[in-house]
């Protein structure tokens, strides 16, 4: 019978190449490893391929816990892909965040599973003979622990700037990062995870319409910092020709976790599984359930304030590790020596990173009660481990922000709190790993969005933009949803086309487009808002201040150069002709009109 079905398959595919894009609600592609069937949806005037839940590994359960991924098992007939697949096993907060970075026009609450590793196509319906797509492959954040693919709708990217979106979802939390630091469990299974999505990319994005030789990384947080991470990976090299990394880099302290031994310890213990022996501890933590992993990370209180445990035992959150896979040396010390893909990189950061999101998910007390500067400097020594500083460098931390201000003004303190933090971590890892892309010779462009997010968002209205409200502008959820201004509109139709400008040459700019320079050393970068206009040198006193709290760390100490490479070169998309006439010209006006 297998033929017969193959035959009736050919026969499809035959009529369909005749008659040019079939606008069908059942588009069948056929993979390297079977065949999809998946939905059709309309996008204004663009029909969107939508295919959901589609494998791009076997499912990492059982004896492949705590194990690499493997290529996922080819199946016979038409395999369904119109459904989300189950999210990654995450605590029970992941419903929240999912809900307030949901970027779909309704909201479903998310089936969990440990079978997850499964990603998500939305693909322009292409003539027969078009050329192929760019493709852009998003990285979901979530501070290591909790995201989804399946909260993400790229149909409107898609459907607008003629781009192929890809989410993809990855292990998390300890079954994502566990590390005995040995052969038993080196880490790094969610890294792993993602670059087995890449290379599923690679062989199979073409049946969709996308172009495997021009491929954008795009992510949000932990999954921007796992992006500017995987920039440094010998094994990721060829996999990507751009890199988008939006609130989140590899140069950020806790990206790297120091002694994963020693976590892992503390893990089993929790979960009843302490040895000596790594092999025993790791082979008794495989056979624990996902709901008992699930109450261990929970016991292990991940990314929460912890005001009763020494701030330097605190483990905020499972992290990557320098394994000799994954990462040949700790990526700072890769971008140092300027080993780094040769690629074009966009990145930047929103202009209150620490404003109410992260506080809230983190129980970090923004109230009147603790807006006093005794207070606020022990709050500051909980999280110091977070921030990157020591208990000597605190008083200097404190004077720095708090000085002027009043002990009763409390509004205020907690402003420049919120300042302090989204500084000390978002804001000075993102210049410095622009300034060593910048170093290493390619191209960069660096972004600070300003614009709160819609008013369709339930949360406080903050006076700029919060961590995360980029995305909605990413991902036109803003034109779908409605309740928007136009202005606003206007900016997300301007963002999407940046962010698909440089998917497809390396180069945001773009015709009708306020001008976008290059980040070079007079450090130019482009402030996203209803008003767009260019600046340089953002906080450049507040900057200079941790720089030399951080002296004998960061780009300063790098040399500069007009190329450099990780290991190889890679392809380019077809485009990139313009990449450099684009590029270089940095002599325009510095203020942008309105979007609108």
């Not at 890809?166 to 300890?174: E, N």
Request: hydrophobic residues 40%.
């Amino acid at each position: 019978m297998s033929w017969i079905l193959y035959l009736s398959l050919a026969i499809h595919l035959v009529v369909q190449t005749a008659l040019g894009a079939l606008y069908t609600k059942k588009p069948l592609v056929v993979t390297k490893y079977g065949t999809l069937q998946g939905k059709q949806m309309q996008v204004g005037k663009t029909h969107i391929n939508v295919f959901l839940g589609v494998p791009f590994s076997r499912p990492p359960v059982g004896a492949r816990r705590f194990a690499a991924p493997e290529p996922p098992e080819p199946w016979e007939g038409i395999r369904d892909a119109t459904t989300y697949a189950p999210v990654c096993l995450q605590e029970s907060w992941g419903q929240m965040a999912s809900m307030y970075f949901n970027m779909h026009k309704t909201y479903k609450l998310l089936q969990f599973s440990e079978d997850c590793l499964y990603l998500n196509v939305y693909a322009p319906v292409r003539e027969h003979g078009d050329p192929l797509l760019p493709v852009m492959v998003w990285f979901p954040g979530g501070a290591f622990l909790v995201g989804s693919a399946s909260a993400y709708d790229g149909s409107e990217l898609a459907a607008r700037e003629k781009v192929v979106v890809v989410p993809l979802q990855h292990r998390l939390g300890i079954l994502g990062f566990l590390s005995t630091g040995d052969s038993q469990a080196r880490g790094n299974w969610a890294l792993l995870d993602q670059i087995a999505a890449l290379r599923w990319v690679q062989k199979n994005i073409a049946a969709f319409g996308g172009d495997p030789g021009c491929v954008t990384l795009f992510g949000q947080s932990s999954g921007a910092m796992c992006i500017s991470g995987l920039m440094t990976s010998p094994i990721a090299q060829g996999l990507f020709h751009r890199a988008i990394s939006q609130s989140g880099t590899a140069v950020l302290k806790v990206f790297i976790t120091p002694d994963p031994l020693k976590v892992a310890k503390k893990i089993a213990h929790l979960a009843g599984c302490s040895h000596n022996s790594t092999k025993i501890l790791v082979d008794c933590l495989r056979a624990r359930s996902g709901a008992e992993m699930m109450r261990v990370s929970k016991k292990m209180r991940f990314f929460h304030m912890n005001f009763q445990e020494d701030p330097q035992e605190i483990v905020w959150f499972m992290s990557p590790v320098v394994d000799g896979v994954v990462f040949l040396d700790n990526p700072v010390e890769l971008l140092t020596r300027g080993q780094v893909a040769p690629v074009p990189y966009l990145l930047g950061v929103n202009s209150m990173e620490f404003s109410w999101v992260l506080p809230f998910i983190m129980k970090f007390p923004l109230n009147k009660h603790w807006m006093r500067k005794e207070t606020i400097t022990k709050l500051l020594w909980s999280a110091s481990t977070l921030l990157n500083v020591t208990k000597e460098q605190l008083p200097l931390v404190v004077k720095e922000y708090l000085a002027d201000i009043d002990d009763h003004d409390w509004k205020r303190l907690r402003n420049h709190v919120m300042d302090l933090a989204g500084d000390a971590t978002f804001l000075y890892s993102t210049l410095q790993a622009a300034r060593y892309h910048r170093n290493a010779g390619f191209p960069v462009y660096m972004y600070e969005f300003k614009h709160h997010a819609p008013s369709i968002i339930i949360k406080p209205r903050t006076d700029g933009a919060d961590h995360g409200d980029e995305m909605h502008f990413i991902f036109g959820i803003v034109l779908s949803k409605g309740y928007s201004s136009r202005k606003e509109k206007a900016l997300s139709l301007w963002m999407m086309k940046y962010w698909a400008n440089f998917a497809r040459t390396g180069n945001p700019n773009g015709k009708k487009l306020p001008y976008w320079p290059r980040y070079n050393r007079d450090e130019k970068y482009l402030q996203l808002d209803l008003t767009t206009r260019v600046d340089e040198k953002l906080k450049e006193e507040k900057m200079a201040f941790w720089m030399r709290l951080h002296q004998n760390e960061g780009p300063e100490k790098q040399g500069s150069s007009e190329g450099g490479s990780a290991g190889g070169s890679l392809r380019d998309c077809p485009t990139t002709q313009a990449l450099g006439r684009l590029a270089t010209d940095t002599s325009r006006t510095s203020v942008m009109p309105s979007p609108v």
